[in-house]
């Protein structure tokens, strides 16, 4: 079985593959500050909390890691090393995606777009575009041929939320869902109203315009923990695949098992 981690800036997303069945996925928060054996504790709950019996817990042999949070490295390669005792695959400059990347520096580039992308690809084999609704909102454009083409990237829908609740004193924290209309009449619909649709509306503009730069209409693809509430609104969104980025490690790692 194959084990992969998606370290995200805020939620560590982790995802259990026999073949290429995905049997289960957690989410967790990002916590740099763990230990090895708190992560690994952790991860044992997860199992547990999925009613997985030892012997499947045992039968990972491969495990692949894409994270943009560096420190946290540092305590997920020793925790595959003590508790699964597997080097775990990193994805990063030198690993295989089997996908040209057109980048000024192609190091820049986050890990989880790179996966992401090559996900897309193999997936539906059609050029697209991207969006995946993370602490950053990021937008990837991949060609006709499979070539990673770049993207853009805007503040993701908390934190944009996070400075609004910060450094508006008179504004209420409020929870992130739809209204019933967009001319509110109460403050916290009001913030709702202007958080879901002004997204929506950056999420459209953005691929509208990305569109009309490539004079072509590519496949759009929503991924990410928001994604299913945003897309509903964004009317540029083809399809939602909350996934894309575990099949992307998945995928990426069966390039590189040899």
Known sequence: ???????????TVVG????????????????IDHTIDEYGVLIYNLY??????????????????SCVVPPMLNILEPLCVKYFNIKPLIVGPGIKTGMPIFYDNPREVGADRIVNAVAAFKKYQKESIIVDFGTATTFDYV??????????????IVISSEALFARASKLPRVEFSKPKTIITKDTVSAIQAGIMFGYAGLVDGIVNRMKAETKTKPFVIATGGLARIVA????????????????????IYELNKK
Request: a negative charge; proline letters at 3%; hydrophobic letters at 40%.
């Open 1 to 11: 079985m194959l084990l992969v981690i998606d370290v995200g800036n805020t939620n």
């Open 48 to 65: 547990q909390s999925s009613r997985m019996k030892a012997k499947e817990m045992k039968a990972v042999n491969a495990i692949i890691i």
């Open 143 to 156: 060609s006709p041929k499979g070539e990673y083409m770049g993207g853009c990237i805007a503040p993701g």
């Open 232 to 251: 509903e609104e964004a009317k540029s969104i083809d399809k939602i695949d909350e996934m894309l980025t575990l099949d992307g490690l998945r995928i």
């Open 16 to 31: 259990l593959f026999d073949g290429e069945q995905l049997l289960h996925d957690w989410r967790i928060r990002t916590e």
